[in-house]
């Protein structure tokens, strides 16, 4: 296919797909004439996980390079070209310095979290960006104030792999591995606020039954105020 | 206590104390002469909750007045004093207004998703915000070309549910309603990060295991990408 019809049929503008040839995320088409080129599916497939990549992933065209290097790395077995576009994916939280007073407490907690993780027997790298997540979250709660316990984090590790093995089953249905790696971005981010939010409908529902109430009231809080 | 006492033990600066004074989310102190008041620790609670209200759920002043009318409200149970503070919780998701294209995915969307939680049994409210925000995540999932089967909403559901139990277990054990509107709106928010990264951990083992591999290899992407 030509350039406009690998634009139209991708939805990435034509100025756009130029933008991406020219920092080497595409690979060039097969010269027709001196001023044409024609692109086949493997482009066209590329062309989607670049977009994946860029807008849901929100990554840097530098990190994007980066995820498409490993995955074309024969040297790289699927678990590491699929690990690694999920390794560059937002947020991406780094940890004090080391002058920073947070920094005993950030490595205290880092190192308990590790140890909840391998007491679950879960094959993780002790660099893997989520446990800087992760980290951050429980340093700032107990920082607040609020009480943490390990434990907490055991209970919401056990409830979320469940989760992650239907997830893994639906990415590993792709056979083509940048496929894969594109539905491991798009659910790895587009997902997150479908967890979010149901857990928010949970909190309603065990409230409701708790208390023996219907659903929250449709209140009018402008009104309320206002009273 | 004195303002400054207050504003030491809670941690919110003189002027900011002064500042929800006037705006009237804090109660005035009982005067003690023309330019002091004495302030006790129902005080100290409110300060709390407002800054939890403000900093951790990331609401307007008006927001927060409405939380602590319907707390303050003895016409609310504590279902609903507690629910009120969760719906004014961010993202806010708007529906489409009526002339926008995608308002009849919308709609149908909304539709099968609260069918899905009603053949759940579940409690809620159909105007519950998370619902909208529910929507607009497998609106955006469906318009990019992704499968999102309803199936899965049910599955994430039934996930979500036992964690939401726990958490509410910890919530309802503060028998001070202010502090459970606090540990509410501090639990919510503080642990969505913590939830997320568990996810993504639990991806990664899922995936070593299904590949038997070790954790990811810690790559140098840098390094990759210019060999």
């Known amino acids: ?16 797909v ?3 040839l020219r920092e080497g995320l595409l690979a060039p088409g097969t010269p027709v004439t001196a001023r044409q080129a024609e692109y086949d599916d493997e482009h066209l ?17 530098s990190q994007a390079r980066d995820v498409l290097a490993v995955a074309d790395d024969p040297a790289f ?11 560059m994916l937002p947020p991406q939280v780094a940890p004090p ?9 950030w490595d205290a907690t880092h190192r308990q979290l590790r140890d909840v993780l391998a007491d679950l027997g879960w094959r993780v790298n002790d660099e893997a960006p989520a446990i800087n997540s992760l980290t951050r979250a429980v340093v700032t709660l107990r920082a607040l104030g609020y009480a943490f316990p390990l434990d907490f984090v055991r209970q919401y590790a056990l409830a979320m792999h469940p989760i992650a093995e239907v997830e893994l089953g639906v ?12 539905a491991s971005v798009a659910y790895t981010m587009l997902n997150e606020p479908i967890l979010l939010a149901l857990r928010r409908l949970a909190h309603e529902d065990v409230s409701a039954r708790l208390h023996d109430s ?3 009231r449709d209140t009018d809080p402008g009104g309320l105020s206002s009273s």
Chains 1, 2 share one sequence.
């Not at 296919?1 to 756009?16: H, I, K």
Request: hydrophobic letters at 35%; zero cysteines.
């Open 1 to 16: 296919m030509r350039l406009s019809e690998l634009s139209r049929r991708s939805g990435v503008s034509v100025a756009t």
């Open 18 to 20: 130029k933008y991406y």
């Open 45 to 61: 497939r590329r062309l989607r996980l670049i977009r994946a990549l860029l807008t849901v992933g929100g990554m840097t065209i």
């Open 77 to 87: 077995g699927r678990h590491e070209r699929l690990g690694i576009a999920q390794y």
């Open 97 to 105: 310095e080391k002058d920073d007073p947070q920094q005993p407490e």
């Open 171 to 182: 990415i590993e249905g792709y056979p083509v591995l940048e496929e894969a790696i594109e």
């Open 214 to 216: 219907g659903p929250v």
